[in-house]
């Protein structure tokens, strides 16, 4: 038996931008007013914790606070309104920096967000609970008021951005027994640019609490570049299973394992991929010599994925 220990790294960050709406009496636009164009929040503890849950993006607020954001915040020093009423997009960035995002609009209907607003937030409840808080800030990146009126409808988009490691992790490991040797492995992501790291297109968002080995692929190949995945013949692969999260670790860590009928190559085990998080972060692994795993053999990866603030 043989096993392998990987760390990976993600990192998040978000962005937002403020509308004002007039309607019709039909609910058709008649004219629409940029009133904060986009600003950065800051993603909070408590909103870095909640990332192993799913509904951390289910509400927005608003409110007239003038208090400076901090990591400990769990609510607006004083709001206005809330809101999950919204609509949802995403995609990702087909250069570097290569992250995924998604956009998620809240929309106020008339009136109820009517009056001077400073800071906006989004989070999992009604009030408190924020995932990320930030003071409205002006095109020169300084604090401002905005005013919504009472015949206006308000449309905030929240963007969450996902940032993939663009460089490679190395390591080696020493096995024992049937398998034994020494093993030099490279950790990379997969499918960069081309959809491979996707924050998916619903308000249920529990991207780290997550991790599974692709269903399609162990291969005797090697690895590809950061927009690819690794090339040869795939074989049967394994299953995962992910420890109880650690309040304020910012880590889930998974016990990924290959029975005696999987991952076996004529060839060696040469690399594989596997899936990171409720959307589809792939990342690839890769070993040098390739490992002589055969139905005599169990082999374990334990995979440590962390994530903090860009």
């Not at 998620?104 to 008339?110: S, W």
């Not at 690895?223 to 013949?233: E, F, W």
């Amino acid at each position: 038996m043989g096993q392998v220990k990987v760390n990976v790294n993600s990192k998040v960050a978000g962005f937002y931008k403020l509308e004002a709406v007039k309607l019709d009496k039909n609910g058709t636009e008649t004219s629409r007013r940029l009133v904060a164009d986009w600003f950065p929040n800051l993603v909070t503890n408590g909103g870095l914790n909640r990332m192993v849950s799913a509904d951390y993006l289910y509400y927005c607020q608003v409110g007239s606070g003038s208090a400076t954001p901090a990591f400990t915040d769990t609510a607006l020093t004083s709001r206005i309104a809330n809101n999950s009423s919204a609509s949802v997009t995403n995609g990702y960035l087909s250069v570097s920096p290569y992250y995924a995002w998604k956009r998620i609009v809240y929309r106020f209907n008339e009136g109820v967000a009517a009056g001077n607003l400073s800071e906006v937030g989004v989070g999992w409840a009604t009030t408190g609970s924020l995932f990320s808080r930030a003071l409205i800030l002006d095109g020169l990146g300084d604090p401002t008021t905005v005013t919504i009126l009472a015949d206006e409808t308000l449309d905030v988009t929240y963007e969450l951005r996902l940032y993939p490691k663009l460089t490679d992790d190395t390591g080696t490991v020493v096995f024992t027994g049937n398998i034994g040797g020494t093993y030099n492995w490279v950790i990379r992501p997969a499918q960069l640019g081309v959809g491979g790291w996707d924050l998916g297109n619903t308000m249920n968002s529990n991207y780290f609490y997550f991790m599974q080995p692709s269903t399609s692929f162990a291969g005797d190949g090697d690895i590809g570049p950061i927009t690819g995945v690794p090339t040869g013949t795939a074989v049967p692969t394994g299953s995962a299973v992910i420890d109880a999260y650690v309040d304020n670790s910012l880590e889930v860590k998974s016990t990924i394992t290959y029975s005696l009928t999987q991952g076996n190559h004529a060839s060696g085990l040469k690399s594989l991929y596997f899936y990171v998080g409720a959307g589809s972060a792939i990342l690839q692994l890769s070993f040098t010599p390739a490992i002589p795993k055969t139905s005599n053999d169990i082999l374990t990866f334990k995979i440590k994925h962390s994530w903090g603030r860009v």
